[in-house]
DNA sequence: ATTATCTATAGATCTATAGATAATGC
DNA sequence: ATTATCTATAGATCTATAGATAATGC
C-alpha cells in the first residue's frame, strides 16, 4: 500500500500499473491482486483517505486566538502546513476528480458532518467581524476559495515553477517559506476595510 | 485534429486513445496515424499551442490605463478572460506537466521573448508604485503567482466546485462572474498599504 | 488447514504499421 | 501518379485469475 500510494500519487491512477506496484514494492504482479482484489479498490482505499485528510485539515483547526486575524492566520498556516506534509494529495485529487466527477458523491456525505460545523464557525465568527466594520464584506466561500486557490496552488503548481526558474530544492524551500508569508498576508490585507 | 484537442483536454494524454479520436472524428484508427505518425506527436502539436497561449496571454494585455491599479485589474480580467476562453487548458498543463516536468523545458526558450519584455514593464511599474507608497513591497513573483493562483484554480477546480455545491450549469456561470471580481478585489485590496 | 506467494496465461486493450483499395490532381 | 482511406494484424502492455507451491498458525 505505502508503494501504491507514492506510485498513485506521482502518476495518478491511469499512469500506474499493478505490474509496477508488485515490482517496486519487491513481489510479483498476482500478489497485488490477491490482496485487493482489483486495481481500482486498491486505489480507491488510498484515495479515501487523501481526500478525507485533505478536505478535513481545513475545517478542523485554528479555532483559538484572541482576534480574528489571529484565528484567520491559524487557520491559513494550518491548510499551509497540511499541504507540506501531504504536496501530492491536490494533484491527486485534480488529476482524478476532474475525469470523474461523480466519485466524489458518495465522498461528500461522509465528510459533511465534520466540515459543515467547522464552516458554520467560520461563518458567524466572519459575520460578526464585517458587522463589526472591522473588515470589508465577503462571503464565506469567497474567503475559503480564496485561501485554498492560494495555497493550493502553489503546491500544484510548485513542480513547474521549479523547473521555470531552475529552483534548487533548497531554493524551492525558501520560495515555498517565503509564499506561506506572503499568502497570509495576501488574505488578511485583502479583507481590509 | 480538434476531435484529438477535445478529447486531451477533456482526459488528458494517458486516457486518450487513437481509437477513440478515430471514431469520434469519423474515420479508422489507422488515420490518425497516417496523418500524425504518433499519438505523441499529436499530443505535442496541440499541447504546445496551448502551453503558449496560456502563457502568452498574461503578459500581453493590459498595458494602457492611467493608474497602476487600473492596468493591473485589466491584466488580471484578460487572463481570468482567457480562462473562460480556455477553461480546460490548465487541467491539462497540470496533468502533463506534472509528471513531465523535462517537457518544459524546449517550450520556455521560445516564450522568453515575449514574456520577459512584458514581465520587466510590469516590474518597473510596479516598483516605481512602491517607491511612490502608494501600495505595499511586494515583489512581482508573488504578486503574479498570487493572479495566477486565484485565476487558474478557479478553473481547475470548477468541475469539483460545482459537484460539491450541486450547482446549474447558469448557476456556475453566475458563481464565476462573482469570482472575477472578488479576484479582481482580493488582488487590489491586498496591494493596499 | 489456512494463508501467502509464485508461475503461467487468458483476455482485453492500444499503438503502430503493412499492404490493399479508393479518391484526387495533374 | 500521388494522396487518402481502409482492413488486418503484429507486438507490446496490462489487468485479473487459475492453479501450483511454499510458509504459517493452530
Redesign the pocket.
Known amino acids: 500500500m505505502e508503494t501504491a500510494e507514492r506510485l498513485f500519487l506521482d502518476k495518478g491512477f491511469a499512469l500506474?500499473?499493478?505490474?509496477?506496484i508488485a515490482k517496486e514494492a519487491g513481489?510479483?504482479?498476482?500478489?497485488v491482486?490477491?490482496y485487493f482484489?482489483?486495481?481500482?479498490k486498491l486505489f480507491q482505499r488510498i484515495f479515501e483517505t487523501k481526500l478525507t485528510l485533505f478536505a478535513s485539515t481545513f475545517f478542523s483547526i485554528g479555532q483559538q486566538g484572541d482576534t480574528f486575524e489571529e484565528r484567520l492566520t491559524q487557520k491559513i498556516e494550518a491548510h499551509f502546513d497540511m499541504l507540506v506534509q501531504n504536496p501530492k494529495i491536490p494533484f491527486l485529487i485534480i488529476n482524478e476528480l476532474t475525469p470523474h466527477p461523480e466519485r466524489l458523491t458518495e465522498i461528500i456525505k461522509n465528510m459533511n458532518e465534520i466540515s459543515m460545523n467547522m464552516l458554520n464557525s467560520l461563518e458567524s465568527d466572519l459575520k460578526a467581524e464585517i458587522k463589526k466594520g472591522t473588515i470589508r464584506p465577503i462571503t464565506v466561500f469567497d474567503l475559503i476559495l480564496n485561501i485554498i486557490s492560494l495555497n493550493v496552488f502553489l503546491f500544484i503548481s510548485r513542480p513547474i515553477v521549479s523547473s521555470v526558474l531552475n529552483l534548487t530544492e533548497v531554493e524551492t524551500k525558501a520560495m515555498m517559506a517565503g509564499r506561506k508569508k506572503e499568502i497570509v498576508q495576501t488574505v488578511i490585507r485583502s479583507l481590509k476595510n
Do not use: F, G, W
Open positions: 500506474t500499473t499493478t505490474t509496477e513481489c510479483n504482479q498476482a500478489l491482486h490477491y482484489r482489483t486495481k481500482e
